[in-house]
């Protein structure tokens, strides 16, 4: 069985009701459900959203215990928060950073995540499918490295 923790960064509690241009109509309770049903019952996937950077390294770093890989939406978080980087290089699991939209063409400020350097992939641009793209990836990555 492999475990994998999905973190939501900030705002993403609103999906569904903000910007649906940019970030779709699914709600945050729907991209979960659709984890959980991607993951079958060979896997277990555990979600959490937080508006707090303290709180969202909390479960980073509960996730050293527990966790084979870590799926993560840091938000706005992605373009300056180098405590969050820190806290993925120094549990030292896998980890996936999804974005619901092209961050690539929109405003100059999101061109730069703080974060990637320390993920083994990053997926942008698909709406909530970017989360299954993600948990995809990192399922596949995982089991690649548990092989050699």
């Keep these: 069985m492999t475990k994998i923790l999905v973190l939501h960064g900030p705002n993403l509690n609103l999906l ?23 993951a079958g019952a060979e896997d277990e996937i555990r979600t959490f959203q937080s508006n ?6 909390d479960e980073i770093h509960r996730a050293r215990e527990w966790a084979d890989g870590l799926l993560m939406n840091p938000g706005a978080f992605t373009h300056y928060s180098y405590a969050i980087r820190d806290a993925v290089a120094g549990i030292a699991v ?43 990836g990192l399922l596949a990555y995982l089991a690649e490295n548990r092989a050699e």
Aim: charged fraction near 20%.
């Design 94 to 136: 896998p980890t996936v950073e999804v974005h619901l939209s092209n961050v690539h063409s929109r405003e100059e400020f999101r061109h730069r995540s703080v974060i990637a350097p320390v993920c083994v992939g990053q997926i942008s641009g698909f709406g909530w499918r970017s989360y299954l793209l993600g948990l995809q």
């Design 16 to 38: 569904g009701m903000r910007e649906r241009t940019i970030y779709g109509h699914a709600t945050l309770e729907t991209i979960d459900q659709e984890l959980m049903a991607a």
């Design 52 to 57: 707090h950077e303290g709180v969202l390294i």
